[in-house]
């Protein structure tokens, strides 16, 4: 069945900073694609519209209906209700508002909301990585990590829809203290702004010539991605940080290989576009930390969706026709 | 259906030092149950030849032949087959001993192989706390530390039925070496031969006089058993020594609770006598690590299986016909 005749679906990824959705079908084609800013400090109301609006537009174009739209959102929701429970980035952290309720309005189709991360490994598990594993473990790092545990092909959810939160795995048990209130956890080292802050510090070291000359001496304009361009041009200070971020990825994931043994690690976010340089120390840490069977044989990657794993994953979840607490 | 009518299992746990077994139904009532010294040194032959006898006098007395045997065993072994792999702490290691087909010649039945620590978890789950809880992980706490993860009622094995290792999880990365050749091993710290190594430096120490007087000044007396017995008696370092223990039980932990969200972590084995003193830590890590959702929704207790829990592992095995890697 073309896409032209296969049912339609919707996917949308609300973040702190943009919100980015498309229509696509079951199979993952996608038929039509915006990406609008969020402007979340307009309040609930402004940016649910913005939504809906964006969703009625791409129909327009389509010239069809979704059937369906799945909301990959940044928090907590109650999976049965649809209610955002706690969005930490948002203003006024959006409590108990009944997302699915006010959008199924206005729609008049089915919405169901996931966490975005999980929403991303749920994407990843149907149109990415997932065609050759049935079992991975994703990582979401961008200004949070976020993540979500696929087991034979079944998104993990728990009885809250938190299992997958495993950018709070504590990774130095005296580290820097954490937003979630604990400290030392992985997203602590290896989220934007913590490489970000790694960057600053070396700037201001003197020590990182290249990184210098990238950002033009403005640490305003370090970045993950300056960070990067700076450790392949050569800078030891800039490996240094992200080989660190990638021992650390590596150590919190050697946990996660023993007790599930997955057929793949997968690296999404931002942060996960310096590919290599992350991911040859978290491999090398990998190695060095599991020993009860050949590691090799689990593999490590970055996202096949890119810039889309969002999208996808709020796809993914209409798709599914939404996803059940355990 | 009576027990007196059901079908009858075998389940039988081959450790370093004994070899349990018993007879059994599908619902975990015991009809027989021989314990006998494994005698290792003998060979293989030997060990094998009274596993078969022991099965052989069960049966006799129960007037019935088993349908199934299933074997715990303390190593790897491949599913399919029913070849043991890879024995760590048996002579010669039973490396591609056909296990499986030679107690099937002699026992005229199924014989099915597994872990022990994964089949304590498939035996708990069938037979023990897994009666109300769906997800749960289960460690293993003795000579070394092995687990299983449960989920959704599903024992997880992977591809070379070694997902589970949970006890080779780092919780400190410049720490101990440990046998797997990795280092700072959660085994390294929570093993019966770490407690009882850290209890021998504590009655050198000179600060456990409750500990010298249990163990009446031999060191060889000093086990997690006498440690625990100093703990109660009021030594602050053997109940510091335990805390310590506890305490690296709930930091690995932590990374499977918030990966997962189990309903249960579960301790099996020795070492997991220690009840309170080991629990009570390991909470208070579990609750100063997880604060993405409320983690006194997850249970920490010891197996309900106590003693009998490799017996009833290998009941469950022989019930489920055996299990399959993935």
């Known amino acids: 069945m073309s896409a032209a005749n296969a049912q339609l679906f919707a996917g949308v990824d609300l973040g702190g900073?943009?919100?980015?959705?498309?229509?696509?079908?079951?199979?993952?084609?996608?038929?039509?694609?915006?990406?609008v800013p969020t402007c979340a400090n307009e309040g609930q109301d402004a940016v649910l519209g913005r939504i809906a609006s964006m969703v009625e537009r791409m129909a327009r174009r389509a010239g069809r209906t979704p059937e369906a739209l799945g909301l990959g959102v940044p928090g907590l929701?109650?999976?049965?209700?649809?209610?955002?429970?706690?969005?930490?980035?948002?203003?006024?952290?959006?409590?108990?508002?009944?997302?699915a309720a006010i959008l199924e309005r206005r729609l008049k189709c089915k919405v169901r909301l996931l966490n975005d991360a999980r929403a991303a490994a749920l994407g990843e598990s149907m149109f990415g990585h997932g065609r050759e594993a049935r079992t991975m473990?994703?990582?979401?790092?961008?200004?949070?990590?976020?993540?979500?545990?696929?087991?034979?092909?079944?998104?993990?959810?728990?009885?809250?829809?938190?299992?997958?939160?495993?950018?709070?795995?504590?990774?130095?048990?005296?580290?820097p203290w954490c937003s979630c209130g604990s400290r030392g956890c992985l997203e602590t080292f290896v989220s934007g702004p913590a490489l970000t802050a790694e960057g600053v510090r070396l700037l201001a070291s003197g020590n990182a010539p290249h990184l210098l000359e990238i950002c033009r001496g403005d640490v305003n304009r370090v970045s993950p991605e300056t960070l990067g361009?700076?450790?392949?041009?050569?800078?030891?200070?800039?490996?240094?940080?992200?080989?660190?971020?990638?021992?650390?990825?590596?150590?919190a994931s050697s946990g996660l290989v023993l007790a599930l043994h997955p057929d793949i690690v997968v690296l999404g976010g931002g942060v996960a576009a310096l590919g290599d340089l992350l991911i040859a120390p978290m491999r090398r840490a990998l190695e060095s930390h599991v020993h009860m069977f050949p590691v090799d044989g689990v593999r490590v990657a970055c996202s096949r969706l890119g810039e889309r794993a969002g999208v996808y994953g709020g796809l993914a979840v209409a798709v599914q026709g939404g996803v059940r607490p355990g």
Chains 1, 2 share one sequence.
Request: charged share 20%; with cysteine; hydrophobic share 40%.
């Open 137 to 175: 473990v994703l990582f979401t790092l961008g200004t949070g990590v976020g993540g979500g545990i696929v087991i034979d092909g079944r998104l993990r959810l728990g009885p809250l829809g938190a299992a997958g939160e495993i950018g709070h795995i504590c990774v130095q048990p005296d580290g």
């Open 229 to 251: 361009m700076a450790a392949a041009a050569g800078d030891p200070g800039a490996r240094a940080v992200i080989e660190r971020a990638g021992a650390l990825l590596g150590l």
């Open 17 to 35: 900073t943009n919100i980015h959705g498309a229509l696509g079908d079951a199979s993952g084609t996608l038929l039509e694609e915006e990406k």
């Open 77 to 99: 929701v109650d999976l049965e209700s649809g209610e955002t429970r706690f969005l930490p980035n948002l203003p006024t952290q959006w409590r108990n508002v009944p997302v």
